[in-house]
């Protein structure tokens, strides 16, 4: 399977947030107790800004990985 590696956008908020609660719930990666609404994306983003992000698409534009460069 081929991926695309390329900045994260406003385009992919929903995907970000969704992978972000998933390990919400099902890990320890994630420190809220509680899944986070999809307004948090602005947030990560302004946290992220001056570093360059990532996200990984598969072949079917869905996001597959998401990170910060640092």
């Known amino acids: ?36 609404p999809y307004d948090v994306f602005d947030f990560f983003m302004k946290q992220a800004q001056g570093y360059p992000t990532l996200s990984a698409k598969d072949e079917n534009a869905a996001v597959v990985f998401i990170g910060r460069l640092y």
């Open 1 to 36: 399977m081929a991926y695309k590696l390329q900045p994260i956008s406003n385009t992919d908020k929903t995907n970000v947030i969704d992978i972000f609660n998933y390990y919400v719930e099902n890990g320890f990666a994630a420190f809220p107790d509680q899944q986070v």
